[in-house]
Nanobody, 121 residues
Framework: QVQLVESGGGLVQAGGSLRLSCAASGRTVSNFPMGWFRQAPGKERQFVAA???????YYADSVKGRFSISRDSAKNTVYLQMNSLKPEDTAVYYC???????????????WGQGTQVTVSS
């Protein structure tokens, strides 16, 4: 079993930055494909970013150039650096892990509880 705990959310003004952390326990996730998602009130959960097993990254068009996903294997933690934040980035952000042998995420087995990000205009 893998437990994922997100942190780092909060209230920030438009144009500001936040770094979200996703700390894993139970198993090492350094080789897992990982992803970040978000869900705004009244909207469906949407994909934000993914990191492949081999170190590749992929982003939703809405965050490309502003957000960056990375991982620290020693800390068993995945990060989402968010710059140039906009009010439309306001959402609960979730990290997720895929324990399969695929390079890119093909389905997520484990999810965190989420952390709230609010961007004021």
């Amino acid at each position: 079993q893998v437990q994922l705990v997100e942190s780092g959310g909060g209230l920030v003004q438009a144009g500001g930055s936040l770094r979200l952390s996703c700390a894993a326990s139970g198993r090492t996730v350094s080789n897992f494909p990982m992803g970040w998602f978000r869900q705004a009130p009244g909207k469906e959960r949407q994909f934000v970013a993914a990191a492949s097993r081999s170190g590749g990254t992929y982003y939703a068009d809405s965050v490309k150039g502003r957000f960056s996903i990375s991982r620290d294997s020693a800390k068993n933690t995945v990060y989402l650096q968010m710059n140039s934040l906009k009010p439309e980035d306001t959402a609960v952000y979730y990290c997720a892990a895929d324990s399969s042998a695929s390079n890119w995420p093909s389905g997520y087995d484990y999810w965190g509880q989420g952390t709230q990000v609010t961007v004021s205009s």
